[in-house]
């Protein structure tokens, strides 16, 4: 195999090339770094197993923790299932691949990438979907490629390529722009409420770094001898497709002229026609017909056909007369309804979204700091704050499947929803909660993701979340007939199944806060791109301003049955003492008051209790415990403890002090039980604190104000 390097550089940032020194006996490999960062992604190609109508391309996206210098934890100290983020980035890399593969092509086909070292600089993921492009070239597969990724950042007003964490974190814009010759293909975004021009120059800047990415893969395909072609699309039975098309086309085109008519009702009445018109029809020819010979020999012939033909046939109605096929505009979104406060109180916060027969129920649950979720990946970022949750049970689309573990479509549609909503909630000390928003799809018909975002809006506001500003969203879709492009909003099922484009946008009324873009093309023109994204906000404003209508500020009381948190900082030096030997002092805090305790580790403690006054007595005791003693300090302590020189006194939950017996009285005392007992509350003054930091005490010298000072401040404790 022969070993070539190649390197390209974007304002000083090298991205490295490296073929033929890994994996010989993969299709097709490639090592591809920046900094120190490196993923060896891999191609690998199977012949095709017999009756499969589909392509059979699987995408994976391996961590290995030993890429951070990390050992796994857990019992069995290896990498077990995928964390999210790993999921995510596998869809990332499989989503603009997938549309450049021919339509016929039936092959099983895997790719594999694989972080084997991780600088905690340079995030992997883009790396990962441009070595795909460079591994499936290798490997000789049908492909209309190359196909390169890039990330683009916002530091001060200046656009950056493949910026490192710390930039994306500091900045106002994380986007991934992927592209091919055609243009581009695929974008996803995360956006601190950009205008839309903003993020139009953004994936315009980011596709002129992916055009020079797509030149280094030619040549370095040059170099290795590969010539870029495409094979062949095998030829059809052309009989059996015109046998389809005169008996269904004007049926067809009657159905999607019937605006009335609701997706279930229109895909009974395609259903009726497929089976009266064509399979009857078919069943009644001669066993020897050619027409049946070839029906019979695929049995999923005459289905891809009736698709092809109504998805011709909603498309050239769309482009030609203008009319989608429920009667709406171009630029209509469906009926918009919402609700909130649907479900008991105990529920913190819910919302129920509905677009046309899109229905998404959402519902916010408010925890404590001990509720975040940690990470444990190769990502910088150690936990979230912000949970997001996507479910899409089969009854939504009327069907009945197993309910298994969630997919990696319903991970991805709820880290968008997640990801909408970040830009707009509440600093994490002003509001100190962590957040949990599950939508549940009740019903599916196009647009879920981002009615997901809708819900959740209403259900934050619903809980009392002081979230900045309300977020909405809208899928734009896209029929592309040689020149004719035609641009959809809030696109339905039918739209969407058979359409070009699923570009999601979601933002506040200032401005984008989350993109999505899909292809089922191989890529759209700037200027496509930026009337989609402009179409999106008058749409996202109206849906909005349903919502405003329903809800148009955050409740101002929480749920009573939401956590009340109170806040307090410490010296860090100072935790050990609160947490005490095995955790036995905050266990006795809990069990005293009811009240959960959470401590990180820059001194911030976070008392949570559903009553407010143990959360309060809770915090009485702990700044009791850290409040630093002076000298002259008078308490109203309790005796916990005697011995022949003196008696122990706790003047704070878990100080103490100790009154020598000369110091109990103005006299001399013979024994320290004739004064005090175990038990007695007493008002002391703290008379030394010498050089070990032990705390001596005196009953002398205390004026009768100070004393009842002190047993007033006691009795609040």
């Known amino acids: ?202 994936i315009d800047f980011g596709y002129e770094a992916v055009r020079d990415l797509i030149t280094a893969q030619r040549e370095l395909m040059a170099s290795l001898g590969i010539e870029l072609t495409i094979a062949e699309p095998p030829k059809g039975d052309s009989t059996l497709e015109q046998f389809i098309r005169d008996r269904t086309t004007t049926q067809i085109k009657g159905i999607l002229s019937q605006f009335d008519l609701d997706k279930n009702g229109r895909d009974t009445a395609l259903d009726e026609i497929k089976e009266n018109s064509v399979k009857a029809a078919i069943a009644e020819l001669p066993e020897d017909d050619p027409i049946r010979v070839a029906a019979t020999e695929d049995d999923k012939a005459v289905g891809k056909i009736f698709k092809e033909i109504t998805k011709e046939l909603m498309r050239r109605q769309i482009v030609e007369d203008g009319v989608r096929v429920d009667g709406r505009k171009l630029d209509e979104v469906r009926p918009v309804s919402c609700k909130v406060g649907l479900l008991p109180r105990r529920v913190h916060g819910s919302a129920l979204f509905n677009r046309g027969l899109t229905q998404v129920l959402s519902t916010a649950t408010l925890g404590t700091p001990g509720d975040a979720q940690k990470l444990d990946d190769l990502n910088p970022e150690e936990d979230k704050r912000y949970l997001h949750h996507y479910n899409f049970p089969p009854y939504s689309v009327g069907e009945t499947k197993p309910m298994r573990s969630p997919g990696r479509r319903e991970i991805g549609h709820g880290a968008l929803a997640e990801r909408a909503i970040v830009p707009v909630l509440p600093p994490q000390e002003d509001f100190p909660y962590v957040l949990r928003v599950v939508s549940e799809v009740l019903s599916s018909n196009g647009s879920t993701s981002m009615g997901s975002v809708c819900g959740s809006t209403l259900a934050l506001m619903d809980a009392g979340v002081p979230i900045t500003k309300p977020v909405s969203g809208a899928a734009m879709g896209l029929i592309k007939e040689g020149d004719e492009v035609r641009i959809l909003t809030d696109i339905q099922g039918i739209e969407d199944f058979l359409g070009d484009m699923d570009f999601k946008v979601a933002g506040t009324d200032t401005g984008i806060t989350a993109l999505q873009m899909d292809m089922k093309i191989s890529g759209l023109s700037m200027e496509v791109i930026a009337d989609a994204i402009q179409q999106a906000r008058p749409a996202r404003l109206h849906i909005l301003e349903k919502m405003l209508a329903t809800i148009d500020t955050p409740r101002t009381e929480l749920s009573p049955f939401a956590p009340r948190l109170l806040t307090m900082r410490i010296d860090p030096e100072l935790i050990g003492l609160v947490i005490g030997p095995g955790g036995k002092t905050i266990k006795g805090i809990t069990e005293q008051t009811g009240a959960k305790v959470d401590i990180e580790d820059d001194g911030t403690i976070t008392v949570s209790a559903i009553d407010g006054e143990k959360a309060k007595k809770a915090i009485n005791i702990i700044q009791g415990m850290t409040r630093k003693l002076n000298e002259g300090d008078v308490y109203a302590g309790r005796v916990t403890r005697i011995i022949p020189i003196g008696a122990f006194v706790e003047l704070l939950p878990g100080k103490e002090g100790m009154i020598h017996i000369s110091q109990l009285a103005d006299y001399r005392v013979g024994r320290v039980e004739d004064e005090v007992a175990v038990g007695d509350e007493v008002v002391v003054k703290v008379r030394e604190i010498d050089s070990k930091g032990r705390v001596n005490l005196t009953r002398l010298g205390i004026h009768p104000d100070e004393a009842a000072a002190a047993r007033e401040a006691a009795a609040m404790t």
């Open 1 to 202: 195999m022969v070993e070539l390097d190649k390197s390209i550089s974007f304002d000083g940032r090298d991205i490295r090339l490296k073929v033929g020194l890994l994996a010989p006996q993969a299709g097709g490999s490639v090592l591809i770094q920046s900094g120190d960062t490196a993923v060896l992604v891999t191609a690998t190609r199977a012949e095709a197993r017999e009756g499969i109508d589909f392509l059979p391309l699987l995408v994976d996206y391996e961590e290995r923790l030993y890429a951070a210098g990390r050992i796994p934890g857990g019992f069995l100290r290896r990498e077990g299932r995928p964390p999210e983020k790993v999921t995510l980035i596998s869809r990332l890399i499989d989503r603009p691949l997938r549309p450049l593969f021919p339509s016929w092509l039936r092959d099983d086909i895997q790719i594999v990438a694989t972080t084997l070292s991780m600088d905690e600089q340079v995030p992997p993921d883009v790396l990962a979907v441009t070595g795909a492009s460079i591994a499936v070239l290798q490997a000789k597969i049908p492909f209309y490629g190359p196909m390169a990724a890039v990330r683009v950042g916002l530091v001060g007003d200046d656009f950056i390529i493949n910026p490192t964490y710390k930039e994306i974190e500091s900045g106002d814009l994380d986007l991934i722009v992927a592209g091919s010759p055609d243009g581009v293909i695929m974008v996803e975004a995360g956006a601190n409420q950009l205008p839309e021009q903003d993020i139009i120059e953004a």
